[in-house]
């Protein structure tokens, strides 16, 4: 009898489990997982990836720039300063909770908290519920990019996130360092809910059965997240076959990737500038326009993207990429090290100075090569420059606290247009409005606040324009910043990953509309 049973669930264990065949998984390896649950946290790439992936915003980017309903099934607008939101109804969060007009307000409300995103909904005065599937969102001003910044609100469950935790502590609070019940804990709207973290290690993610998006193709039902920092150890782990897809792919990876028959390459133009800051409030020398304009000659931009990016990045010599409202043209790249060493003596310091450094070494392609660039150039105009590269998981804590003279940072239009740039990296630090929040070199230009403010309520796009390029030729002429270059997006996948579909140039995968064959 026990003999026959054995025999029994042999077979049974061979026999396919219905629905079994249809279940995908998709291995992710990337080169780092976002670092909370909390999508207010930090103003990242990372966790605006994670946003798509667990929430879902009002609105979103089609791969071809436009605006794609989303939670907001159509708009209006209603005067100068008001635009109608008309809400999906039917759409449940995680917890089981409906999602309504007040989750919205719950949501617009702790942006214009965060830290990092005030700056950004500055501009909202507030939201009026209409009805539970109605609101109004009112700005203080006529504003032209409203809809653009719709792309930025996730909803988020008011009542999962309501109350206090184990701790006594709010459940809504926005800790930035240390632990808070949203770092580990979610509820949105989104394709997928997280069902396992351990920070750095893992992060599975599953398809949530109650997923509103029934039109959507996806068939992805499980993600499976791996960080893998090294370069060389991400493209290794996908062609060996032990993940499915990688982000991002290192240049030099480029063409054995396209080479080999089991896998696809995919990349895009992207619209993120890679600079360096320099801190006028550490360093005295960094107040001197000679000195940062010297710096800026020195650095070999056009040879950093053919050296080190193999030709996979565009050179820059200003913030707006070429096709930004606020691209100007006639302002191109300088390198020129006899002028650099000339500003050197013109500014009294043709001995040089010693400073400190951080960058990143896995948030943007190839961070660290382009750091340690930078500090043989600098040596040639006898600036001495002491490095520290760290994991982008501690590097923002550090740049956030200004550790270090010289800080790399990049940045991606948060609107997808010229002003965002300046508002978090050019204008003057202002903790109260959240301006300049990611400005650590601390450059303060009055007249580049009064332009940039101006350009935010002007809804004449000529005229906007010609505004944001006089933002860019000041920045230019004050050498504000020194600029590398406009950085592209670039992705694995086996084959059988149909992966065009859900890639755009924001580099924020759609997961959720994934089709694996």
């Known amino acids: 009898m026990k003999k026959w049973m054995v025999v029994l669930l042999s077979i049974l264990l061979l026999l396919p489990v219905a629905g079994a065949t249809h279940a995908k998984t998709l291995k992710l390896g990337l080169d780092a997982d976002p670092v909370s649950l909390d999508p207010h946290v930090q103003l990242s790439g990372g966790m605006l990836q994670l946003s798509h992936w667990v929430f879902d915003p009002l609105v979103r980017w089609s791969q071809d720039m436009q605006f794609e309903p989303r939670l907001a099934e159509r708009w209006e607008r209603v005067d100068d300063r008001t635009m109608r939101f008309f809400l999906r109804q039917d759409v449940k969060f995680h917890s089981g909770n409906p999602f309504t007009a007040k989750d919205v307000k719950f949501t617009i409300d702790r942006l214009k908290q965060s830290v990092d995103f005030k700056g950004l909904f500055e501009p909202f005065e507030g939201v009026n519920i209409i009805d539970d599937h109605t609101i109004d969102i009112v700005t203080k001003k006529p504003y032209a990019l409203l809809l653009n910044m719709a792309t930025y609100i996730f909803p988020m469950d008011s009542e999962f996130y309501t109350g206090t935790d184990d701790t006594g502590q709010p459940k809504d609070a926005i800790v930035k360092i240390g632990p808070s019940f949203a770092l580990q804990n979610e509820s949105g709207t989104g394709p997928f809910t997280v069902t396992e973290r351990e920070h750095g290690v893992k ?148 001995n040089g100075f ?150 755009n140039t924001m580099n924020f995968p759609y997961f959720g509309d994934m089709v694996i064959d």
């Open 203 to 350: 992060m599975v993610m599953t398809r949530f059965e109650d997923y509103w998006d029934k039109d959507s193709p996806g068939n992805v039902d499980e993600i499976i997240l791996t960080p893998i920092k090294e370069d060389a150890t991400r493209v290794a782990a996908l062609l060996s076959g032990d993940v499915d897809f990688i982000s991002p792919v290192p240049p030099q990876d480029f063409k054995r990737i396209e080479d080999d028959a089991n896998v696809n390459l995919f990349t895009y133009p992207g619209g993120r500038i890679i600079t360096l800051q320099l801190n006028q409030k550490r360093r005295p020398e960094f107040q001197k326009p000679e000195v940062r304009q010297a710096i800026v000659h020195a650095i070999n931009n056009e040879g950093i993207v053919k050296a080190i990016m193999k030709g996979t990045a565009t050179v820059a010599g200003q913030q707006s990429p070429k096709g930004y409202a606020g691209y100007n043209e006639a302002l191109t790249p300088r390198y020129d090290l006899e002028k650099a060493k000339a500003l050197m003596k013109a500014a009294g310091l043709e």
């Open 354 to 503: 010693e400073v400190t450094m951080i960058a990143p070494n896995n948030r943007y392609v190839n961070d660290e090569k382009i750091a340690e660039a930078v500090v043989s150039m600098l040596a040639k105009i006898n600036i001495k420059v002491n490095l520290k590269t760290m994991p982008k998981a501690q590097y923002w804590d550090e740049f956030d606290a200004q550790v270090a003279d010289i800080q790399m940072i990049g940045w991606h239009s948060d609107t997808e247009d010229s002003g965002n740039f300046t508002e978090f990296l050019a204008m003057c630090p202002n903790k109260e409005t959240g301006y300049g929040q990611y400005n650590s070199g601390n450059y303060c230009n009055p007249k580049v606040d009064e332009l940039t403010l101006a350009a935010q309520v002007e809804t004449d796009l000529d005229k906007r324009a010609e505004i944001l390029k006089e933002i860019e030729k000041i920045l230019y002429d004050d050498a504000a910043f020194v600029p590398f270059h406009w950085q592209n997006h670039s992705y694995g996948a086996k084959k059988g990953i149909d992966a065009a579909p859900i890639l």
